[in-house]
């Protein structure tokens, strides 16, 4: 019960709560949304167009509502009270399949039974006029107009003759009571001029009920009513995005996937040290740092941001061995150490970067140096340290790093000795080297330990590039042999389960973390603080007093 409200906790607090959470969401489930009005669309023009021609004719009745009783007779006429009432039965008069029959006969139109006029017609009420609508649908518009004329006339004679059969037969009744009366001499009674008298009346009434309805605008033409591919592509459309964006909320509902920063910070109870966004594609296409390519640029900023970051909390500390790791592969460490030790070279400090991740080894392709010898040899004693580090020269040029090595001449008196450009400072890069058959042994190993601690002795900062933590059990065989360690974590890589492991593990390792970097981050949120430097300090940790 207590893990199920915790969950059910959790979600509460990360459902979306403001407009700008709602766009965010709209924005990373772009394709979700984008896809079903494009598709609902497309399909819809297509049927549509497929469908048959269709048209429609329509001819108005008008209704004379007005009491013909009431008229001729001190009476009133009930069924006048309501009429929606009225137009609605005289509506539901005009589908009898006796109507429907005379109009099949009087329209003419070889093989129209009255099966089709009730099929092809309909005859509605108006809603605020004394008006009844005969439409009549056909897949040709002469036949659609024709009929609707028809049938709007036969309706009227049809209502003409229901309406007065009954004053008929009554009058027929009068005009025989009065024959007989005049037949035996009682043409001068008081009876016989009473009977003239209804007969008038009846007369009248019938007069009246004969027009009570007739055909106000006939026809003249048929329109169109299907196909209408664009309407129905732009319905199609409108439904599809109805439906995206539905989808695009269901599948946020069900992703478990980290994407904010307070989520990360809360599970892992450290302090943000940068944000840095995913490099251009072409950086990524070509394995470049964009501290060597562009070292001038504002993305360049947000690792010399992480460097200015890690000198201030490791000021107290005084770690010299910081591992770096992340909770699974493709969360951007390689390339985040990589640029971090090009910021710390570039200000002016001796540091050596190692190529320990030995399930992965990338980072000589970022300094387009070769994977060995590496620290691997040096440790087994193939190699020496001194031949294995590679001097990487960062010079004031765009992505003119090299690899130097000139009669042993330091990096500044290469490049003199070349007749090139100043150098900036020089990055020490020592590779993974000879890949051993078992990484997660060999990392623990003695040798290992011996060899970083030679590399100790010799710079003031060893930066060492390790695999991630949840995947391999090297990185927590390698916290034993180092200080402090960072963590790189991406967002909308790792999910909740996953970064709640990982915050268990660092706090289980032997070395103090120093804090996280969250990379994938968009350009916009990493770049809003770019020129705030004086306000800017490193967030400090969730704290369980402040949890609670």
Known sequence: ?????????????????????????????????????????????????RQQPMYRATAQVYVKRSSVVAAVLPVSD???????RYLATLANLASSPELASRVAGAAGIPGMTPGRVLGESTVSPAPDADLLYVSVQDRDPGIARRLANTYATEFTKYTKETATATIDEALRSLQARIKSLATHGQANS????????????????????????????????????????????????????????????????????????????????????????????????????????????VHAETFRKLRTSVEFLNADRAARTIMVTSAVEREGKSTTIANLAVALARSGRRVVLVDLDLRRPLLNRFFRVSAGPGITDVAIGRAKAADAIRPIALTTVADSHRSISVNGRPAAAAAAFNGEQSVEGVLHFLPAGTIPPSAGEFLADDRISAALDELVGQFELVLIDAPPLL???????????????????????????LLHELGRQLHNSRAAPLGYVVTGVEHSDSYRYMYDAYAYEVRPPIRDKQRA
Do not use: C, H
């Open 471 to 497: 995947a391999f059990g090297d990185a927590m065989t390698l916290s034993a042999k180092v200080d402090a360690l960072l963590v790189v974590t991406r967002l909308a890589k790792v999910d909740r389960s």
């Open 78 to 84: 009930p069924s006048l009270g309501d009429p929606t």
């Open 190 to 297: 008081a009876l016989y001029a009473q009977l003239l008298q209804q007969q008038s009346q009846l007369d009248t009434v019938g007069k009246l009920l004969a027009g009570n309805t007739s055909v106000l605008r006939p026809a003249d033409g048929a329109g169109k009513t299907r196909p209408k591919p664009q309407r129905d592509g732009l319905l199609g459309g409108l439904f599809g995005l109805v439906l995206g964006v539905a989808l695009a909320f269901l599948a946020e509902a069900l992703d478990r996937r980290i994407r904010s920063e307070e989520e990360i910070e809360e599970a892992l109870a450290l302090p943000l040290l940068a944000r840095i966004p995913t490099p251009a594609r072409s950086l990524r296409k070509a394995d470049k740092l964009v501290m060597l390519a562009e070292p001038a640029s």
């Open 1 to 49: 019960m207590g893990g199920e409200a915790s969950s059910m906790g959790e979600a509460f607090a990360n459902r979306p709560t403001t407009v700008a959470d709602y766009l965010a969401i709209l924005r990373r489930r772009k394709w979700i949304v984008l896809l079903p009005p494009l598709v609902g669309a497309f399909a819809a023009f297509v049927l549509s167009s």
